[in-house]
């Protein structure tokens, strides 16, 4: 039997490390997320936890509950905007919500958040008291919880909850790393979709006026929320919260994002 050493006692044994991924909001930018989820799943790469909020929530939540990352990116082809709303009339928002909380029921049905099998940790922002609520190990139904979290303020009404209404996540935190950290997670990896960049010209109508605003915001938020140990920036260059027909360049955006860091996720390979 070999002589044990004092650095092979269990108390110098280094203990393995817990990775969390944060996805962030960004509408139709989100898609980028899959192309992150298709290459870490390539390097093995070990995930135990995943926040999100926004479209960052829709990906990983239905990511955490099982549902390969190859089937979500082949319906893409089949999604626009009309998957995700129907008209509502309503004081609190333009349209309902309710075709992403049955879009999310198509995938995995009625589960719990509580349910999945890589622990979720999506956000949702009370739009009374102002705070973030994390979902974490919740009895709540996936599917409600993550309109919640895409609910974007005057665009879809709030979402009731227990005793509070509830928007989109982002709000307070659009890459949510801080309940990584909070929950257990030694290392983290931000997925932030918003693009980080100069623009040449102005937009040329509301929309895209409101959108480029909304945008510098958010990367604004960085510097009152914790930093990831990784911040993953996918997008090279302008696209618009609506431009869903950039999948394929978002999805390998996302893809080689996570392997110009090979090295870092390697230092990690299952």
């Excluded at 006692?9 to 969390?20: E, M, S, T």
């Excluded at 909380?101 to 589960?111: N, T, Y």
């Excluded at 140990?229 to 893809?255: I, N, R, T």
Aim: charge should be positive.
């Amino acid at each position: 039997m070999p002589a044990l050493t004092p650095f092979s006692w269990p108390l110098f044994k280094k203990k393995a490390p817990v990775i969390g991924i944060a996805l962030g909001g960004g509408a139709a930018r989100g898609i980028a997320h899959l192309g992150v989820l298709l290459a870490l799943e390539e390097l093995n790469a070990p995930i135990h936890m995943i926040s999100g909020v926004s479209s960052g929530a829709l990906i990983g939540g239905l990511y955490a509950a099982g549902v390969p990352v190859k089937s979500l990116i082949s319906r893409l082809s089949s999604l626009n905007w009309r998957s995700f709303t129907s008209f509502h009339l309503s004081k609190r928002g333009m349209v309902s919500s309710a075709r992403i909380q049955a879009l999310v029921e198509s995938f995995v049905g009625k589960i719990e958040v509580q349910q999945c099998p890589i622990p979720f940790l999506p956000v949702a922002t009370n739009i009374c008291s102002g705070e973030s609520r994390v979902f974490y190990q919740s009895a709540h139904r996936l599917s409600v919880v993550i309109r919640a979290s895409v609910s974007f303020p005057g665009v879809y009404p709030p979402v009731p909850i227990d005793d509070g209404h509830y928007i989109d996540g982002g709000v307070n935190q659009n890459v949510p790393v801080a309940p990584l950290i909070d929950h257990g997670a030694t290392q983290t990896v931000g997925v932030d979709v918003i693009p980080h960049l100069t623009i040449d010209n102005v937009p040329t109508h509301i929309p895209l006026i409101v959108d480029r605003a909304l945008d510098l915001m958010l990367v604004n938020q960085h510097r009152h929320n914790p930093a990831p140990d990784l911040l993953l920036c996918p997008l090279k260059s302008q696209v618009s919260s609506f431009d869903m027909k950039a999948y394929h360049q978002l999805v390998e955006w996302g893809y080689q994002s996570v392997m110009a860091h090979r090295a870092w996720f390697g230092q990690w390979r299952q």
